[in-house]
C-alpha cells in the first residue's frame, strides 16, 4: 500500500494499491455469477473483459480527494475511442450531505470526457516533445499541469461543480460508470469514519484493442523525468507490460498474454427470450 500524492504536497489518498496481487478466485467466483453478469452487461450492452482490481482509500482530514478526471491512465493500453468502465464500490458508508469521502460526477450529457480523452491526451506528449526539440526544457510539473490542468482549470471547475452528482452509499452499492465520465473522489471530512476504503475493478469491451502509441505516452514522464503522475510505479507499467509479455499495437486486450486465466475474465451477454 502506498500514500500516493497528486501535483501537491497533500496526498490524494491515503493508501492506493494496483492490481492487486494473490490468488483471484474469490473475484472469478463473482464474475461467474449470473447476476453479477447479466447486470454489467445488459447495462453496457457489451461482452466484457475484466482487467484490474484497485483499492483506493481516504484519510479524514489528511487527504484532499483527486482532482477532476477521466480513465486516461486506467485504461491507458486501449483505443480511446473503445469501451472501458468502472465498477467502484464503497466498503464504508457514505454520507453525501455528513462526512462525505464520495465519488462525485458529472452526467455525460453535461460535459463529456471525450474530447479530453481523444483530442487533449494524446496532445499532452507531443506539446512536451515539440518544446524539448524547440530547446525549452520540460519537466513533471509541466506534465501534470498539461494532464491534470486543462479539467481543472477555474472555468471548467466552475461548470463541473455546478453540474456534479455527489450520491449516498451503503456498503453493497457501486456506482458504475464508463471511462469517458469526468468524476474525482471526495475528500473524507470531520466526523466518525477515520478511513473510507473502495474496492474498484475495470472493464474493457471484450473486443477492444491494445493502443501501444498510448501506453508509450503514459510511460513517457517516468523514462524522460524519472518521475510520473505517480511515485508508484506500476500505475503507468501496467499498459507497458502487456507489450512486454507480448502484446502488438491493434491486438485484442483479451487476448493479451499478460492476463491470467482469459476465459474467467469474460463477462458474455446470453441471449435470453425475455429480451429482445
Ligand atoms: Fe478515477
Same mark, same amino acid.
Given at each position: 500500500?502506498?500514500?500516493?500524492?497528486?501535483?501537491?504536497?497533500?496526498?490524494?489518498?491515503?493508501?492506493?494499491?494496483?492490481?492487486?496481487?494473490?490468488?483471484?478466485?474469490?473475484?472469478?467466483?463473482?464474475?461467474?455469477?449470473?447476476?453479477?453478469?447479466?447486470?454489467?452487461?445488459?447495462?453496457?450492452?457489451?461482452?466484457?473483459?475484466?482487467?484490474?482490481?484497485?483499492?483506493?482509500?481516504?484519510?479524514?482530514?489528511?487527504?484532499?480527494?483527486?482532482?477532476?478526471?477521466?480513465?486516461?491512465?486506467?485504461?491507458?493500453?486501449?483505443?480511446?475511442?473503445?469501451?472501458?468502465?468502472?465498477?467502484?464500490?464503497?466498503?464504508?458508508?457514505?454520507?453525501?450531505?455528513?462526512?462525505?469521502?464520495?465519488?462525485?460526477?458529472?452526467?455525460?450529457?453535461?460535459?463529456?470526457?471525450?474530447? =479530453?480523452?481523444?483530442?487533449?491526451?494524446?496532445?499532452?506528449?507531443?506539446?512536451?516533445?515539440?518544446?524539448?526539440?524547440?530547446?525549452?526544457?520540460?519537466?513533471?510539473?509541466?506534465?501534470?499541469?498539461?494532464?491534470?490542468?486543462?479539467?481543472?482549470?477555474?472555468?471548467?471547475?466552475?461548470?463541473?461543480?455546478?453540474?456534479?452528482?455527489?450520491?449516498?452509499?451503503?456498503?453493497?452499492?457501486?456506482? =458504475? =460508470?464508463?471511462?469517458?465520465?469526468?468524476?474525482?473522489?471526495?475528500?473524507?471530512?470531520?466526523?466518525?469514519?477515520?478511513?473510507?476504503?473502495?474496492?474498484?475493478?475495470?472493464?474493457?469491451?471484450?473486443?477492444?484493442?491494445?493502443?501501444?502509441?498510448?501506453?508509450?505516452?503514459?510511460?513517457?514522464?517516468?523514462?524522460?523525468?524519472?518521475?510520473?503522475?505517480?511515485?508508484?510505479?506500476?500505475?503507468?507499467?501496467?499498459?507497458?507490460?502487456?507489450?512486454?509479455?507480448?502484446?502488438?499495437?491493434?491486438?485484442?486486450?483479451?487476448?493479451?498474454?499478460?492476463?491470467?486465466?482469459?476465459?474467467?475474465?469474460?463477462?458474455?451477454?446470453?441471449?435470453?427470450?425475455?429480451?429482445?
Amino acid at each position: 500500500m502506498h500514500r500516493e500524492t497528486i501535483n501537491s504536497t497533500t496526498p490524494a489518498f491515503y493508501r492506493v494499491n494496483y492490481d492487486l496481487e494473490g490468488a483471484k478466485d474469490s473475484v472469478f467466483e463473482l464474475l461467474a455469477r449470473r447476476y453479477f453478469r447479466h447486470t454489467l452487461t445488459d447495462l453496457t450492452d457489451n461482452d466484457l473483459f475484466f482487467t484490474a482490481e484497485q483499492i483506493f482509500e481516504v484519510e479524514q482530514k489528511a487527504d484532499i480527494g483527486s482532482t477532476w478526471h477521466v480513465g486516461v491512465d486506467t485504461f491507458g493500453y486501449q483505443v480511446s475511442t473503445e469501451f472501458g468502465c468502472t465498477l467502484w464500490a464503497p466498503l464504508q458508508s457514505v454520507n453525501a450531505r455528513g462526512q462525505r469521502g464520495g465519488m462525485t460526477y458529472v452526467p455525460q450529457h453535461v460535459i463529456s470526457g471525450e474530447w =479530453f480523452f481523444e483530442q487533449i491526451e494524446p496532445a499532452v506528449v507531443s506539446t512536451l516533445k515539440a518544446k524539448e526539440r524547440a530547446g525549452i526544457k520540460t519537466n513533471t510539473p509541466d506534465y501534470v499541469s498539461l494532464k491534470r490542468g486543462i479539467l481543472n482549470s477555474p472555468p471548467m471547475v466552475e461548470i463541473l461543480e455546478a453540474h456534479c452528482v455527489e450520491e449516498d452509499f451503503e456498503p453493497g452499492d457501486v456506482l =458504475f =460508470f464508463n471511462k469517458m465520465v469526468v468524476h474525482r473522489g471526495v475528500a473524507l471530512e470531520e466526523g466518525p469514519l477515520a478511513k473510507r476504503a473502495a474496492y474498484v475493478m475495470r472493464f474493457v469491451d471484450a473486443r477492444s484493442h491494445y493502443d501501444l502509441k498510448r501506453a508509450q505516452d503514459l510511460e513517457y514522464p517516468v523514462q524522460k523525468y524519472r518521475t510520473g503522475l505517480f511515485a508508484y510505479k506500476p500505475f503507468t507499467r501496467q499498459p507497458m507490460e502487456m507489450a512486454e509479455a507480448g502484446a502488438a499495437d491493434g491486438d485484442l486486450i483479451s487476448e493479451c498474454a499478460y492476463f491470467s486465466e482469459p476465459d474467467r475474465r469474460m463477462l458474455r451477454r446470453e441471449r435470453r427470450p425475455d429480451r429482445a
